[in-house]
């Protein structure tokens, strides 16, 4: 394998160079340990699980985070989008702080595909 020529090395910095640049616009640094994508997504707060489905028109994806604070009417409200062709994405605790199950996800996972 013959060594790089000079114009090569100095092209290849170059690349690297922009790649570099391009990664640090697109790129946001969080706790100078983890790199995650820029991306803004509009989220509505509610109050119940009821208040999910009345919104089910104006998304055709529904992601729901800290699930176990939901009341159990997520389960019904998460398998009536799944029917209608809606994908849900569900993050939540599982369990509390003492091991014991927490609010209705293990219902969810078990309703998960």
């Given amino acids: 394998m013959k060594s790089p020529t ?13 790649y570099k640049n391009r990664l640090e616009k ?3 640094t969080i706790s100078q340990k983890l790199k995650m994508p820029q ?4 989220s509505i707060i509610v ?3 009821d208040e999910i489905y009345k919104l089910k028109d ?11 604070f939901f009341d159990d009417g997520i389960i019904d409200i998460a ?8 994908r849900i994405v569900i993050a939540g ?4 702080y003492t091991g014991k199950s927490f609010g209705p996800i293990h219902q969810l996972l078990v309703d998960a595909e």
Avoid: H, P, T
């Fill in 26 to 28: 697109e790129v946001v």
């Fill in 93 to 96: 605790l599982d369990k509390d």
């Fill in 6 to 18: 000079e114009e090569e090395f100095e092209e290849s910095i170059k690349e690297l160079s922009e």
């Fill in 79 to 86: 398998n009536k989008l799944a029917r209608e062709d809606k």
């Fill in 47 to 49: 109050e119940s699980s």
């Fill in 58 to 68: 104006s998304a055709d994806v529904f992601g729901i985070d800290e699930a176990q």
């Fill in 39 to 42: 991306r803004k997504i509009k």
